[in-house]
């Protein structure tokens, strides 16, 4: 099991023609009036690049092995797809890769994205234990919410986050795509609920536009504290980081969800 993210960086200002650089005034003016919701677009964007037999199973399957993402920087748009099985990595992310994909089009914006540039980044499932499980981490987690974020319990959407959905989350999507260990069990879940508390958060409500829905939804950072012998903090660590590729929450394929874990620089981020 390994987990890679692959990121395409578009329309950039520099280095532009005259024409070009009409095209991405347009697109930044554009780029003003979206939101968000340009996720779920781009998932639509996704699956006509990928097989249609794959993209077939996928639409079948209750939790999907693969995030993506969008975000706004300086006026260019960046796209961020994480997958988190060897076979998704291979089905998903090899199409980007190819030299045949210059720009990504969306249809019902009627908007061209030249590609300017794309990275790809592997983090192996020993790696990310070695570095966090089998580590000496912090007690403190900094995580931030960088797309809108909602949980959905007994029916109704939870626009805001208390540690026990982040973490049934964060575990029943690791479980559903581990090969060889699950962490779910009513023990742990007590433990955590126990043994982590949000002591500080910067957070505002949002909504989430998904085809004429709008879902109750919050962006915004937490510091977590964990209370716990030295392998209960590396596994929450742990959850944390792998929650950087399979976010956390509702609908994180069409982009809702992105958590970025930001490093813990002292006292400062703690309270």
């Excluded at 024409?19 to 930044?28: D, H, Q, W």
């Amino acid at each position: 099991m390994s987990y890679e993210a692959w990121m395409l960086n578009a329309m950039e200002e520099k280095g532009y023609t005259d024409t070009e650089k009409g095209l991405n005034n347009r697109l930044v003016e554009a780029i003003d009036e979206l939101d968000f919701g340009i996720s779920s677009l781009m998932q639509g964007v996704l699956m006509e690049l990928i097989d249609s037999g794959y993209a077939d199973i996928l639409h079948e399957q209750g939790l999907n092995p693969y995030t993506q993402h969008v975000k706004f920087q300086d006026g260019s748009i960046k796209w961020v797809i994480s997958t988190l099985t060897e076979e998704s990595g291979k089905k998903i992310l090899m199409p980007l890769l190819s030299d045949k994909l210059e720009q990504i089009h969306i249809r019902h914006k009627d908007l061209e994205f030249k590609i300017n540039s794309r990275k790809i980044e592997s983090v192996s499932y020993e790696e990310l234990l070695e570095s966090t499980y089998f580590g000496d981490c912090s007690p403190y987690i900094n995580m931030e919410f960088v797309t809108p974020t909602a949980f959905k319990v007994d029916g109704r959407y939870r626009n805001y986050p208390t540690v026990s959905n982040i973490f049934k989350s964060l575990i029943n999507k690791h479980d559903s795509i581990s090969e060889k260990t699950e962490f779910y069990s009513e023990e742990l879940i007590e433990q955590i609920e126990n043994g982590v508390e949000i002591i500080k958060y910067r957070l505002r409500s949002t909504l989430f536009h998904l085809e004429g829905v709008r879902i109750p939804a919050f962006l915004g950072s937490i510091t977590l504290r964990i209370k716990g012998p030295k392998q209960f903090v590396n596994l929450i660590n742990m959850l944390a980081k792998f929650g950087e590729f399979s976010g956390v929450g509702i609908k994180c394929a069409i982009g809702m969800g992105a958590i970025e874990i930001k490093e813990n620089r002292g006292k400062g981020d703690r309270q």
